[in-house]
């Protein structure tokens, strides 16, 4: 466990765990799917990944240089943040999220714990750096490290806006396999055997993982534990996904070792100003029928994204992107008991049916609709019998 400053890395001695199936799902909504995505004139698709402005594929289709995507139909993953050569798998637009594919960093042993060179001698290292705009997300993320007494040194980077730059920081974070079970098995919790597992902090845009074997027992302790390194031969250290990782201890290194390419959140804003100040300017990317969010990715430093106003669904970053709903249509149910839905722009009203009345333009009550000119008629009613009276 280690404590850095005010950067806490809560590091558990924990057990052997199971990524399941790494999945990249679409995100997008089927309505929002439906309408335009990407600026006119621009490509909408990379494979069948759509891209949304702001971000874009070729010069004059995205909003700002660290949206810039590139579309290489060669890879796995085609679609890259152009500035990084992070794969991109996934974007969550309304949460102003998007998925990465990042590899683990991995270290294999033989069965007496010696470690196995690496052809290409980087494997053990995990490297992940974001431009402006991004960070990692603290909240949807966990960092794993597994395997047995598997020493991960931590370097990671804390955007920091009294800086106007990073503030680093460093750290580690242990697997220990010390305290096995005789009868050579995992618990069935990462708890404290074989994985740490630790949360994150806010405005992280660099991390880095360099994974080693950490020896504390000598001869003594690999013979106690080569049935370890015989069934589950390499350490793995990872970003991922919370969501997307499932623990099942009998098939998590075969697993890891047949897919090393792990789903990542990422946050983005789309300017580094609050609300307030974009709407006093003329450089707000919110279009019509959109507002203005405040989204604060960094500690301490204001940004902001766009979302379309309620009663409307879109792209709110294009000009007419934000397009009326017809609630009358999409709704599971008719909006309005006892009454008739007729649509508006952004908004609807229900025509009461016979013997109910509007209590307001969404909502019909018992009681009848035509009280005012029932009124009026009894007002003029009773005058013309006055009338007859005094003639």
């Known amino acids: 466990m280690a404590l850095l400053g005010s950067m806490l890395i809560i590091v558990q001695l924990s057990m052997v765990v199971l990524l399941g199936a790494a999945i990249f799902t679409p995100i997008a909504s ?19 990944l759509t891209i949304p402005y702001p971000f874009g594929i070729g010069d004059g289709c995205y909003l700002r240089p660290e949206f810039n995507i590139t579309c290489n ?33 991995y270290s294999c042993h033989d069965a007496r714990g010696n470690k196995i060179p690496s052809n290409s001698g980087s494997d053990s290292v995990y490297y992940l750096m974001l431009p402006p705009l991004y960070t990692i997300s603290e909240t949807k993320n966990k960092l794993f490290v597994i395997g047995c007494e598997t020493f991960a040194f931590l370097d990671f980077g804390i955007a920091d806006p009294t800086l106007d730059g990073t503030n680093s920081i460093r750290g580690y974070s242990v697997a220990a396999c010390d305290n096995l079970t005789s009868n050579n098995k995992v618990p069935y919790t990462c708890s404290g055997v074989g994985c740490t597992k630790s949360v994150l902090v806010a405005g992280l845009i660099t ?9 504390r027992f000598g001869e003594q302790n690999r013979n106690k534990t080569k049935w370890f390194y015989k069934e589950y031969p390499c350490s793995y250290a990872f970003l991922v996904e919370d969501s997307k990782f499932t623990y099942a201890p009998n098939t998590s290194f075969q697993q890891l070792s047949n897919n090393k ?3 990542v959140v990422i946050n983005w804003e789309v300017g580094d100003d609050p609300c307030d100040v974009v709407g006093k300017s003329n450089n707000s990317s919110c279009k019509g029928n959109s507002k203005c969010v405040d989204r604060s990715i960094v500690p301490g430093k204001p940004g902001y994204i766009c979302k379309c106003l309620d009663g409307y669904h879109g792209n709110p970053y294009l000009t007419d992107g934000c397009q009326d709903i017809n609630q009358c249509e999409t709704l599971s149910s008719n ?17 009461c049916n016979s013997g109910y009345r509007n209590q307001d333009p969404k909502t019909c009550i018992p009681g009848t609709k035509n009280t005012a000119l029932k009124i009026s008629l009894g007002m003029l009613v009773n005058f013309i019998l006055l009338a007859a009276i005094y003639i």
């Open 30 to 48: 089927a309505a929002q799917a439906l309408l335009p995505q990407a600026k006119p004139g621009c490509p909408e698709k990379c494979g069948n």
């Open 73 to 105: 139909q060669a890879s796995t993953h085609p679609t890259y943040l152009t500035r990084t050569n992070v794969s991109i798998t996934n974007f969550n637009f309304d949460e102003a999220e998007l998925q990465i594919a990042h590899a683990a960093a």
């Open 207 to 215: 991390f880095e993982i360099i994974l080693s074997y950490l020896n």
């Open 261 to 263: 390419q792990l789903p």
């Open 335 to 351: 909006p309005c008991n006892n009454g008739t839905c007729h649509n508006l722009d952004g908004s609807y009203y229900c025509k």
